[in-house]
């Protein structure tokens, strides 16, 4: 079975930092792509940031390049969001959630495994 | 940037057939995924490449993509599809999801 799950989040001032992790089990973590996906408290989803199981190809979107970092460690199945800059806009839930299958999201296959998100709170 | 819009909420009655838009530019040019969201819980992709189902998707669930509208389509609605739905799409090296759709089952 597959099983995602996401730590790290917390209470943090803006102009901080935080580091989220998620711990992928049940499937082979080293030939999958993955991606952060974030949703405000009430609000919908918006994707955050991919990148390819070998880390070669990696993706932000617009909202958070230049203060987010995507990495991942294959050998220790987990993958990583390092957040600076903190903005009180930055405030969600931040799930993980691998590509559904391999081929890349944009082959239409989606993100088919979501873990069950870790809540970022920024304020002063 | 490349925006999806759906309608925010639907209704439909417990047996009936519900149908929720997504529109975007030539969306029929890329492939369209549904997700289904029930209050609490994480996402659940319920369709992907415009028409397929995942395992375990009931058969109720469908997917069309033609020109600007991909559409969801759930038959003989029951009421724990009662949830928030977003379709999503890939444009320009960014995932784009919709605003959502509420659909209430009454």
């Known amino acids: 079975e597959v099983q995602l799950v996401e730590s790290g989040g917390g209470l943090a001032q803006p102009g901080g930092s935080l580091r989220l992790s998620c711990v992928a089990s049940?499937?082979?973590?080293?030939?999958?792509?993955m991606n952060w996906v974030r949703q405000a408290p009430g609000k919908g989803l918006e994707w955050v940031s991919y990148i390819s199981s070998s880390s070669n190809t990696i993706y932000y979107a617009d909202s958070v390049k230049g203060r987010f970092t995507i990495s991942r460690d294959n050998a220790k199945n987990s993958l990583y969001l390092q957040m600076n800059s903190l903005r009180d806009e930055d405030t969600a839930v931040y799930y993980c959630?691998?590509?559904?299958?391999?081929?890349?999201?944009?082959?239409?296959?989606?993100?088919?495994?979501w873990g069950q998100g870790t809540l970022v709170t920024v304020s002063s | 940037s490349y925006e999806l819009t759906q309608p925010p909420s639907v209704s439909v009655s417990p047996g009936q057939t519900a149908s929720i838009t997504c529109s975007g530019d030539?969306?029929?040019?890329?492939?369209a995924c549904w997700y289904q969201q029930r209050p609490g819980q994480s996402p659940v992709l319920v369709i992907y490449q415009d028409n397929k189902r995942p395992s375990g998707v009931p058969e109720r669930f469908s997917g069309s993509n033609s020109g600007n509208t991909a559409t969801l389509t759930i038959s003989g609605t029951q009421a724990m599809d009662e949830a928030d739905y977003y379709c999503?799409?890939?444009?320009?090296?960014?995932?784009?999801f919709g605003g959502g759709t509420k659909l209430t089952v009454l």
């Open positions: 030539k969306l029929g040019d890329k492939y």
């Open positions: 999503q799409a890939w444009d320009s090296s960014t995932v784009v």
């Open positions: 049940g499937f082979t973590f080293s030939n999958q792509n």
């Open positions: 959630a691998r590509d559904f299958m391999p081929g890349g999201i944009w082959s239409g296959y989606g993100l088919g495994y």
